[in-house]
């Protein structure tokens, strides 16, 4: 069939000026002793790929619009094997000579041992840059303006701080006993470090390199979750099975919400008017209305563990630590859509759109 070009213009211009439809959003789960990172369609649970040769993974963040992730492993590797370490296929051999050249000092304790973070590109998985740590990684987290990454030392007492620009290491801050979990607000200079061993949350300026001030929160706080828009703070009181809400900007406690038993991660959702948390101890999910304060639980088992929530979606990925498995759930319910496999061990979970 013949076209008139006035139709055929209209069609073309319609083509051309249509918004590109948004890709889904994809959910990277460290599989933490199977040395692996899978990425996974968040809808669906669809298998996109597993990302191979990253020992002991358990943090895991990135931020979105930012390039890279950063995945931190929970083992240690002798001093003299690192320099033996094989290099990554995509960086270049003269990148890989110049990142193992002779250092000034290493930062962080005289006696900590070596660690890696892994460099990944956001948006294939590959691995593009490895970064020697002082100790053992427990969790990670990336500024929302992509400048700074953190990694928590729970053995050294501090945090690593790596500047994103040059992939360099430019401080060791002390917080206090076992830092666990770090989380950014608005400013991309601060981070706020959860310290489980005393009971204690350390605001760190990356810039300086110092701790500005730290709060009181709970005896044994682990996982955080920031509302910046509200200028709260929420922290895990792990063994308490209590979540603190805080003012961010004082430290001042507003509330505590009651969950039970041993508590775990946490996520706010996506208007953030709701908070979830994962009762590892009791087998439960729980959901906080944070304008009532109301708490709901459904059962969720065996151990309900890490949980993070999919942007733009009515989606909730919780993992379980007892199990290889990753549950998508409904965020209004509750209730278990769809379960994902997994090797060894869904820790710190980050969803990119």
């Known amino acids: 069939m013949n076209m008139s070009p006035r139709i055929a213009y209209t069609l073309a211009t319609l083509f051309v000026s249509a918004p590109a439809l948004a890709a889904p959003p994809t959910v990277f ?10 990425m996974v369609q968040a809808e669906t649970g669809k298998v996109l790929r597993r990302i191979n040769d990253v020992e002991a993974v358990h943090g895991l963040a990135g931020a979105p619009g930012v390039p890279y992730l950063v995945a931190g492993s929970y083992s240690e590797i002798p001093r003299e094997d690192v320099a033996a370490l094989e290099k990554p296929s995509t960086v270049s051999a003269d990148d890989h000579a110049a ?7 290493p930062m962080g304790p005289p006696d900590a041992g ?10 294939s998985g590959d691995i593009l840059r490895r970064i020697e740590v002082p100790g053992a990684v427990h969790h990670t987290a990336v500024s929302p303006d992509g400048r700074f990454a953190v990694a928590t030392h729970p053995a050294g007492d501090g945090i690593s701080v790596i500047d994103l620009a040059t992939f360099g290491m ?47 929160a709970g005896d044994t ?20 099975g209590q979540v603190l809400e805080l003012f961010l900007s004082t430290g001042e406690k507003l509330r505590t919400f009651e969950i039970g038993g ?19 101890g009791e087998d439960k999910l729980a959901s906080v209305a944070l304008a009532t304060g109301e ?7 065996p151990e309900p563990y890490h949980l993070t929530v999919i942007p733009g979606s009515d989606i909730l990925y919780v993992s379980s630590r007892a199990e290889p498995v990753v549950w998508l759930i409904d965020t209004s319910s509750l209730q278990t859509r769809e379960t994902v496999s997994v090797e060894g061990e869904g820790h710190q979970m980050v969803a990119l759109p």
């Open 295 to 301: 708490v709901r639980t459904a059962t969720l088992a």
């Open 262 to 280: 041993e508590i775990h991660g946490l996520g706010l959702s996506n208007d953030g008017a709701t908070l979830f948390v994962a009762g590892r």
């Open 114 to 123: 070596i660690s890696l973070l892994s460099i990944l590109d956001a948006k």
């Open 99 to 105: 990142h193992h050249a002779p250092k000034a000092a």
């Open 221 to 240: 706080p682990e996982h955080t979750a920031v509302s910046p828009e509200t200028d709260r703070l929420f922290v895990a009181d792990a063994d308490a």
């Open 29 to 38: 789960i460290p599989e933490g002793s199977a040395n692996s990172v899978l």
């Open 170 to 216: 430019t401080a060791f801050v002390p917080t206090g006993s076992m830092p666990n979990y770090a989380a950014f607000g608005t400013d991309p200079n601060l981070v706020y470090v959860s310290n489980t061993g005393n009971g204690t949350i350390s605001e760190v300026d990356l810039s300086r390199g110092i701790v500005r001030r730290n709060f009181i």
